[in-house]
């Protein structure tokens, strides 16, 4: 076996976990069906399909770490997103390879505004959440019977750099203001809610892959303490140096645009997470893995540079929400 950390899938959570593996010198290879992702040199990358389990275990081949950064479209993922897991899962197993699982926190479901910690009864409900709940349960059987090495870290919504239209605080957000835009958001903005910085669930996820204490165990990504979108979206207007509007989606709008869009009509279900108190308890990363989360302003600054620039070469775009993994 080498030590090649192999990452499946390149999205915002993909790329981000290339950038922290090739700061430590690691050896990089992603998976994608394109075979073509913006990722420094030395990266191998490999094009296919990660749902044939023949391709799954080929580009697995001689890993030592692989990482499921994969997010199929948001409103196939039950029929896409197991069949996904099971390939990754088998080519894992034929590598001898460590499993890092990059997950959301569907699986708890509605906990009624209560910090969610990773102690929390898995009680989820909606369709989507019952889809990462029988993802979980699988790996942690695996993990119990000793058949995988799997190791998770469970983020809550993200934002930061490439964070486009995946992130509630992305092209709806940070995007639009820029363009001179409001801020378009869903659900109550004065409800707490915890929001991760995307480099520091990379961050998380590449521990989770070289640590040898880990391996079991779910952690949640260090977030920093939860403020409400509407605080955050004051600090976003800070940075900018204006003020920002905000504009609030009614529900009955979302379910009438869902009706022609299939992706904002699989987030009626989730809106629970916008119309309470959503906070994510980090402390367990915090103290076992010495991690801190980046403060909110330095994470907003960034952000936001890495908008403008974007701007700049003319890439903005401004469009609908989609979903997290």
Known sequence: MSDVHVVFGTGCVGLAVVDALVAQALPVRVVNRSGRAQVPNGVEVI???V???????????????????????????????????????????????????????YMYGDTGGAPMTETTPLGARTKKGKVRLAMARQLKELSD???????????????????????????????????????????????????????????TLVALGTRDDVIGEVFH?????????????????????RPIKISVAPRFLLRLMGMFNPTIRELDEMLYEFNKPFVVD???AEARLGMKPTPLAEAIAATVAWFRDREATGRLHVGAPQAQP
């Open 51 to 105: 749902s044939n389990p023949e391709f799954a275990t080929k580009a697995a081949a001689e890993a030592a770490v692989v990482y499921q950064c994969m997010n199929p479209p948001y409103d196939r993922w039950a029929d896409l997103f197991p069949p996904l897991q099971d390939a990754l899962v088998q080519a894992a197993r034929q590598a001898g390879a460590r499993y890092v699982s990059f997950e959301n926190t």
């Open 145 to 203: 019977a000793g058949d995988l090495a799997v190791a998770t870290a469970r983020a809550s919504d993200y934002f930061g750099p490439r964070g486009t239209s995946q992130s509630p605080l992305g092209d709806l957000v940070t995007g639009a203001a820029i363009a001179g835009k409001p801020a378009r958001v869903l659900g109550n903005p004065d409800q707490l809610h915890s929001y991760t910085y995307l480099p520091d669930a990379a961050r």
């Open 221 to 241: 990504v260090p977030n920093a303490p939860a403020q409400t979108t509407r605080q955050i979206i004051n600090m976003i207007a800070l940075e900018l140096g």
């Open 47 to 49: 094009a296919g399909d």
């Open 282 to 284: 980090s402390t367990k």
